[in-house]
C-alpha cells in the first residue's frame, strides 16, 4: 500500500511535484476499479490552521463545486471521499438533496476525518466505508461566542447551571459578566439548532442507510439522539471509530475487507494532503475526470479542466535605446 511518504517520493520524480497528475491518476485507477463515480471532497484545515474557517468548512459553496465536478456524468452509483471539519447543517443539507437528485446509490469512503455537518452527510449514505484509522464525529450545533465555537449544548447546560445559582443573591456579580456576552434569543436558536440536527440524521438514516429495516423509524432516531447529544460525548471533536458506531446500529464497511479499494483511497487522499500541504489549495473537490473546483487560501476559486498548466515566462527583449542602468 503506497504510504503518505511513498506518496511524497513520487511526486518529487517530477520537478516541479505534478500534484495535480498524481492525484488524478490514482482517482481515475481508483474509478476504474470500482466502475463507479468517485468525487473527492477533501479540506486542508489540518494542514493551514491559520486561515479562516470559511476556506476549509462545508459551506453552500460547496454545493457549485459538486455541481462543477458532477455536471456531464450519467452513473447512478456515487463513491464521495469525504475529509472534513464540518461546516453549515444548513449547507449540509443542501449538499445532501443536490447529491440524491443525482444519485441512486452513493457510499462515502472515510479516508481520516467526516466530522460534525460531514459526518451528517455520512449519514446520507446507503453506506460508509471507515478503515481503523477512520473517524466520525458528534453532530451537535456550535455558535460562535467571542472568538470560539461553543457547542449548543453547553450553552444551553451552562444556562440552566445559572438559573440555578442565581437563586442565590450572593452568586449573582460571579455570573453577570458571562451572561452578558450571550446575544439575545441564544437559547431559543440552541434548541433550534439541536433540533435541527438531530431532525436531519434522523430522517437521511431512515431513508437511505436503513430503508427497509423493519425497526428502521427508531434505529434511526436512537442513532440521531446519541450523536447529537453533547452531554454524552463532552467534546465536540471526539472521534467516533467505526467499532462505535457498529454497536450503535450504524452501517459501516471496513475499507481493510478490500485491499485494492484501501490502497486506491489512501493513496487518493495521501496525494491530496500533500497538494494541500504545499500547494495554496485550501479545498479541493475533484471527479475521477480530472474535473476540479479548488478553494485557495488567497481566496480565490478556481475551476479547473485537466492538469495546471504554468506559463512560460520569457526574458524581456532589451530596448536598443535604453539609457545602460
Request: hydrophobic share 40%.
Amino acid at each position: 500500500m503506497p504510504r503518505w511518504g511513498q506518496i511524497l517520493e513520487e511526486l518529487n520524480q517530477t520537478q516541479p511535484p505534478d500534484f495535480d497528475g498524481v492525484r488524478r491518476r490514482y482517482l481515475d485507477q481508483l474509478h476504474r476499479h470500482t466502475d463507479r463515480t468517485v468525487v473527492l471532497y477533501a479540506s486542508g484545515w489540518l494542514q493551514k490552521p491559520g486561515i479562516p474557517s470559511g476556506l476549509t468548512s462545508i459551506n453552500d459553496e460547496d454545493i457549485h463545486a459538486l455541481m462543477e465536478v458532477t455536471a456531464g456524468i450519467a452513473s447512478e452509483n456515487l463513491d464521495l471521499i469525504l475529509h472534513s471539519p464540518g461546516g453549515f447543517p444548513e449547507a449540509a443539507e443542501g449538499i445532501v438533496t443536490y447529491l440524491r437528485s443525482r444519485f441512486q446509490n452513493i457510499r462515502v469512503i472515510v479516508p481520516q476525518l467526516a466530522m460534525s455537518a460531514a459526518t451528517m452527510i455520512a449519514c446520507a449514505a446507503d453506506e460508509v466505508v471507515m478503515g481503523k484509522h477512520s473517524f466520525l464525529g458528534p453532530v451537535d450545533p456550535q455558535f460562535p461566542i467571542g472568538d470560539q465555537l461553543v457547542p449548543a449544548g453547553a450553552i444551553l447546560d451552562q444556562f440552566h447551571r445559572a438559573q440555578e445559582e442565581c437563586a442565590d443573591p450572593a452568586k449573582l456579580a460571579a455570573w453577570l459578566p458571562l451572561l452578558q456576552r450571550y446575544h439575545p434569543g441564544l437559547l431559543s436558536q440552541c434548541r433550534r439548532a439541536e433540533e435541527l440536527s438531530k431532525e436531519l440524521v434522523r430522517t437521511w438514516l431512515g431513508t437511505y442507510m436503513f430503508p427497509d429495516a423493519e425497526d428502521r423509524e427508531q434505529r434511526a432516531e436512537d442513532i440521531a439522539e446519541w450523536l447529537s447529544n453533547h452531554r454524552t460525548f463532552k467534546s465536540h471533536s471526539r472521534h467516533l471509530s467505526k467499532t462505535v458506531l457498529e454497536e450503535h446500529g450504524m452501517i459501516v464497511s471496513a475499507l481493510e475487507e478490500d485491499d485494492d479499494l484501501q490502497d486506491l483511497c489512501l493513496s487518493v487522499f495521501h496525494a491530496a494532503t500533500h497538494t494541500l500541504s504545499a500547494t495554496p489549495a485550501a479545498k479541493i473537490v475533484e471527479n475521477h475526470e480530472g474535473k476540479a473546483h479548488i478553494k485557495q487560501a488567497n481566496p480565490v476559486a478556481v475551476n479547473i479542466q485537466g492538469p495546471i498548466q504554468l506559463p512560460q515566462l520569457q526574458p524581456p527583449t532589451p530596448d536598443p535605446n535604453a539609457a545602460p542602468a
